[in-house]
């Protein structure tokens, strides 16, 4: 099922199962949540249950018939006069049954969706399939001062949906252009993100609500509610990053997986910052992309050692300061179809950037100040002008006057205090 907004794609919606194979479940893992959910619930209604699986009840009486024919629950008492309005509670022997699953697994809450599932929605709500316009990219942008040809360059890169890497001098931007990318993304449209998806059993959580901002349906039908209807996703990963973290993580405690982050961000943007700066060698980082790249699957293994695929369907954005041919060589080069610099801000960009800083902070401009650093830091000390210099150095005015209990008034004075312990000048 489909539905269209205008202007924008059409949303899927995964459509809700009439029947337990449907669901594509195996029967067993649903008797194990619904006795692992009674067990820390101690008394429920079957309805309840069905809530928390996020599954219709009809699915699931059966087997709850099943359950009490084989003495693992009893009913407790009635809420209503409609079957799922039954209170259960697990019999002594139903909580030794429920201990057993949990030394497979402590996972509860809303039931996976299969791995062929999961592949198949991903791939029809698919990043590469979006289209996103100038008007679209340039209100993304509204809030950061970039030039005519890195905006000129973006479209068509955002477009391709292929990698991209934005590089150049630190401090003009780079990461809030890949964050204004990412919201550019979200604009062009709603996705559905499981909250699980099941492998052979193994239940892989992917449903975050730092990454997947859920919004409200507003489209009126139904839907397998073991989705949930989110923005497009950006995912942000930096220094901290390392190559176990984008493998299958088992929880040793809880044992379950934790999907990885490229895996969240599928439908979206995967942004990796600072590239460089990670404790892996970024030789060994990129490597890892290389498959999911070209063939755009991912591969993972779980504990058991069974291999299986995933989609690799998120629009990568390497962010460094770091020269390209420093970090990678031109065979890896070659598989980033979009190598796009941010240069260092030229004069009326700088002062646009400096203008737009003290209207945000209730200062008066001043472009006497503009020139002055010009003239007496960046010239007479071979300084390069970058973007957040303007931020950072009426920061520095704003805390003196804070600091000394007096107004704050962007002069050549102010700033030149400012300069003298932000940069490093020497004669």
Not at 330 to 354: G, H, Q, S
Not at 399 to 417: D, M, N, Q
Request: hydrophobic share 40%; aromatic share 10%.
């Amino acid at each position: 099922m489909q539905e269209h907004e205008t202007g924008k794609p059409p949303t899927v919606i995964p459509p809700l199962p009439q029947t337990l194979e449907e669901t594509g479940l195996d029967p067993d893992l649903l008797v194990s949540l619904i006795v692992k959910t009674l067990y820390y619930a101690g008394e429920a209604t079957g309805s309840e249950i069905a809530e928390d699986l996020r599954l219709p009840y009809f699915l699931l009486d059966p087997l709850f018939q099943f359950l009490r024919a084989e003495k693992l629950i009893e009913v407790r008492g009635v809420e209503g006069i409609e079957k799922g309005a039954y209170r259960y509670a697990l019999t002594s022997l139903g909580r030794e049954r429920a201990r057993e699953f949990l030394d497979v697994s402590f996972y509860v809450g809303p039931a996976p969706v299969p791995l062929a599932q999961y592949t198949e929605l991903v791939r029809r709500q698919s990043v590469y399939d979006l289209r996103v316009d100038r008007e679209t990219l340039q209100a993304a942008l509204s809030g950061v001062v970039v030039s005519d040809e890195v905006i000129e360059q973006l479209g068509p890169a955002i477009n391709s949906g292929h990698s991209i890497f934005l590089y150049g001098p630190s401090g003009n931007g780079k990461t809030l252009i890949a964050e204004a990318i990412g919201a550019t993304i979200a604009a062009a449209g709603d996705i559905f993100v499981p909250y699980a998806f099941e492998v052979s059993h193994q239940v892989i959580k992917v449903f975050n609500p730092v990454d997947h901002v859920p919004v409200e349906d507003t489209s009126g039908a139904p839907h397998d509610r073991r989705w949930i209807r989110c923005r497009r996703p950006t995912v942000f990963v930096g220094g901290e990053l390392t190559l176990e973290m984008l493998d299958l993580r088992l929880n040793p405690v809880s044992k379950y997986y934790e999907a990885p982050p490229q895996v969240k961000a599928n439908g979206g943007v995967f942004i990796l910052d600072d590239l460089g700066r990670q404790l892996v060698r970024p030789r060994d980082l990129l490597n890892r992309w290389i498959v999911p790249l070209e063939k755009r699957v991912d591969y993972f293994t779980l504990h058991t050692g069974e291999k299986f695929p995933l989609p690799f369907d998120t629009l990568l954005i390497f962010v460094t300061n770091i020269e390209p041919r420093e970090l990678v060589d031109d065979a890896f080069l070659r598989r980033i179809r979009f190598k796009i610099r941010v240069a260092n801000p030229t004069r009326p960009m700088y002062e646009e950037i400096f203008r737009r800083y003290c209207e945000r902070r209730g200062l008066a401009y001043n472009p006497a100040v503009v020139e002055f650093l010009y003239r007496e830091v960046y010239e007479k000390y071979g300084i390069e002008p970058r973007g957040c210099h303007p931020r950072d150095l009426i920061e520095h005015v704003l805390g003196h006057a804070k600091f000394t209990e007096s107004p704050a008034v962007l002069s050549e004075e102010a700033i030149a205090r400012a300069c003298r312990s932000y940069f490093v000048l020497e004669s």
